[in-house]
């Protein structure tokens, strides 16, 4: 019962990782527009094509996808280590 309130922590960690995952991506995404193809910053990413968007979109989806397939297991490993 000691690791509860790290359990806790974790738990909600997780869960808020859907959320906060998508200024990170959105970050990635520039830096790697920017090395690649030039000077790309986030304002073209806002106001510029929808095919950035559209990407950027897709990668959040996939993201969406793997946490919601890894989440039976990485809440069941949580409620292990409550133990």
Known sequence: ??????????SL???????LIL?????IYVKIMDSYYGPFAFEDLD????LHK?????????FLLC?????????SALKRMEY
């Open 67 to 75: 946490w919601n397939r890894l989440n039976p297991h990485v809440i």
């Open 47 to 50: 106001l510029g094509k929808n």
């Open 54 to 62: 559209w990407i950027v979109f897709a990668i959040y989806l996939a």
């Open 23 to 27: 200024p990170v991506i959105m970050a």
């Open 1 to 10: 019962m000691l690791n509860t309130p790290l359990t806790q922590a974790l």
């Open 13 to 19: 960690v997780w869960k808020l990782l859907t959320v």
